[in-house]
């Protein structure tokens, strides 16, 4: 069949705002006392305030989150058991720092040993898990690093499960926010649990370090941390009205300085962005005309959920077209590439994604290919006159 060539066709599908050809005015990002630290919408990825973000420190006890996170992933395997006693050794129990307060030769249930590492940062507990898992916690360390590697944490090494202090034991704030959101994604039964303010072992009620969570009802982790090395730390995150985000503070210089830091990073946030769906895979954007098939127009969407954040109070301003051939010929398959949809707000591409098809299109009958073949040749002709 004679294919003829075709124009592309840009639609503008929101009208141009008055604010389209500038910049989108912002309120600064608060500065804070802390030596790095970074804010992220936890749906999007979107980084909405940083510093030093990539610089390597000292974790403390933020690689606890990391040390659950492996232990979620031998849950998930299949190759642990919450009900599962782990025998607790002498290293463990001699263990220094914040402790959990496991005894030396007693048997202790998996599930008890998470609560002990997440919500009393216990050292004891987490080489218990450490060892009972990989044999050692050297050994087990090499799981923390391979998970990164698989995070994309590109800048973070893993020397033990606890976070006491070692040269060469060292993450991002990037890195850190990276794992609190895969955490949060692929983990949510387990994320539940760096919400809870307290908790009781062996007649011993320890609360949760993070005091965010009593001055900040929308908060609901994720983890302190604390060595001279590292100074005070706080990976925290929260959600309002449908939007979370993640907040890292890292290098405060007291348990009173990262909580209010983090504060101005989280209040920053949701004062100033928003999150929304502006589009899904059902949502048809345009229909085009579709010649030799069964229909005489074909409809078009995005082939994902488009989640954006953006400033707060310019959703109207936002500008989309989409770029696609003047028309299409059959046969069509159903998510099909057929172009790109731009979204603009201001000066700023904020998303560039494809324009699929959404039903196939069957080539129609020979008499009805041979009249939409006559009406393109006729209407090719007079366009090119």
Excluded at 128 to 147: K, R, T, V
Excluded at 335 to 342: A, I, K, P, Q
């Amino acid at each position: 069949m004679l294919r003829i060539g075709i124009a592309l066709f840009a639609l503008t599908l929101v009208l141009p705002s008055v604010y389209a050809a500038n910049a989108i005015p912002l309120l600064p990002a608060p500065k804070l006392e802390a030596s790095s630290y970074l804010l992220i919408d936890a749906q999007t990825s979107k980084v909405l305030a940083e510093h030093n973000a990539q610089e390597k420190n000292a974790p403390a006890s933020l690689t606890k989150i990391m040390t659950g996170y492996v232990v979620e992933e031998e849950l998930r395997r299949g190759r642990l058991d919450l009900d599962e006693e782990v025998p607790i050794s002498v290293n463990a129990w001699r263990t220094g720092g914040s402790k959990m307060f496991i005894r030396e030769g007693t048997q202790v249930k998996v599930s008890d040993l998470l609560k002990g590492v997440i919500i009393q940062s216990g050292n004891d507990a987490s080489v218990a898990l450490a060892e009972h898992i990989a044999g050692s916690e050297d050994q087990f360390a090499d799981l923390m690093n391979q998970q990164a590697e698989l995070l994309g944490m590109k800048n973070s090494r893993f020397r033990n499960a606890t976070g006491l202090p070692d040269e060469e034991h060292y993450s991002t704030a990037e890195d850190l926010a990276l794992l609190t959101q895969a955490l949060i994604v692929n983990h949510p039964d387990q994320y539940e649990l760096y919400s809870q303010r307290s908790y009781t072992f062996n007649n011993i009620e320890q609360p949760n370090r993070n005091r965010l969570l009593w001055r900040d009802r929308s908060v609901d982790g994720v983890k302190t941390g604390f060595t001279n090395a590292a100074g005070y730390c706080l990976v925290a995150s929260a959600e309002r009205n449908g939007m979370r985000l993640i907040s890292v503070v890292l290098g405060t210089d007291s348990d009173e300085a990262r909580m209010r830091e983090s504060q101005k990073l989280l209040s920053y946030g949701f004062r100033n962005f928003e999150t929304k769906t502006l589009y899904e895979p059902d949502d048809t954007l345009q229909e085009q005309p579709v010649y030799y098939g069964t229909v005489e127009s074909l409809p078009m969407g995005v082939d994902e959920d488009v989640v954006l954040t953006f400033p707060k109070g310019y959703y109207q301003d936002i500008e989309a077209s989409i770029s696609v051939p003047a028309y299409f010929e059959a046969p069509v398959k159903k998510g099909d590439e057929l172009g790109t949809v731009e979204l603009r707000l201001g000066n700023e591409v904020i998303y560039e994604g494809s324009v699929v098809a959404q039903i196939d299109v069957e080539e129609s009958g020979v008499f009805s290919r041979l009249g939409d073949y006559i009406y393109l040749m006729f209407d090719q002709s007079d366009a090119n006159e």
